[in-house]
T-cell receptor, first 117, second 110 residues
């Protein structure tokens, strides 16, 4: 167990649906991240939060809407997605944002495998 | 140019072999370096951080070459359980990003 949980683990949705992904970290970390991992592609950073404030939006379409109510919880609200949005969505946390090695490693949740029909 | 580049492999090696991967990065101001391991359909997990002086953890040795802007991972005495994709991760100083390579796939065969 990495201390980062994600729900649901699998999600199938239609293009007109609205759904939310949830991430919770039990590690006392201050930074949280959403990544997208498509087949045969590197992880793509989507959003970064530090002390529940968004610090990075990596040109993500507005059909993805993040929410960070506190340092332990992170949501990704989904609406009117496209089939090409089907991917593994990974949440991660780290003690803080970029800094020296040894104290800012990222820990990942198991991911939500999303299929958009 | 990609921030981080890795040879996708696959590297097919027999048990007991020594195998090495390299990863190059484009931003000379990069400050933090990591190797992650990702098993099929699982999340990435930290394997080891990479320190300037190089570091070793059991059968795994990581090296950093700032002059040539690459990091390496050496695995000695490969085990079947080492079969996975190895991801190189680089963080520029004071940036809110972790840049991931696309990974190098390792298959260790009996």
């Amino acid at each position: 167990e990495t201390g980062v949980t994600q729900t649901p683990r699998h999600l199938v949705m239609g293009m007109t649906n609205k759904k939310s992904l949830k991430c919770e970290q039990h590690l006392g970390h201050n930074a949280m991240y959403w990544y997208k991992q498509s087949a045969k592609k590197p992880l793509e950073l989507m959003f970064v939060y530090n002390f529940k404030e968004q610090t990075e939006n990596n040109s993500v379409p507005s059909r993805f809407s993040p929410e960070c109510p506190n340092s332990s919880h992170l949501f990704l609200h989904l609406h009117t997605l496209q089939p090409e949005d089907s991917a593994l969505y990974l949440c991660a946390s780290s003690p803080r944002l970029a800094g020296g090695p040894g104290d800012n490693e990222q820990f990942f949740g198991p991911g939500t495998r999303l299929t958009v029909l | 140019r990609k921030e981080v580049e890795q040879d996708p492999g696959p590297f097919n090696v027999p048990e007991g072999a020594t195998v090495a991967f390299n990863c190059t990065y484009s931003n000379s101001a990069s400050q933090s370096f990591f190797w992650y391991r990702q098993d099929c359909r699982k999340e990435p997990k930290l394997l080891m951080s990479v320190y300037s002086s190089g570091n070793e953890d059991g059968r795994f040795t990581a090296q950093l070459n700032r002059a040539s802007q690459y990091i390496s991972l050496l695995i000695r005495d490969s085990k079947l359980s080492d079969s996975a994709t190895y991801l190189c991760v680089v963080t520029p100083y004071n940036f809110n990003k972790f840049y991931f390579g696309s990974g190098t796939k390792l298959n260790v065969k009996p």
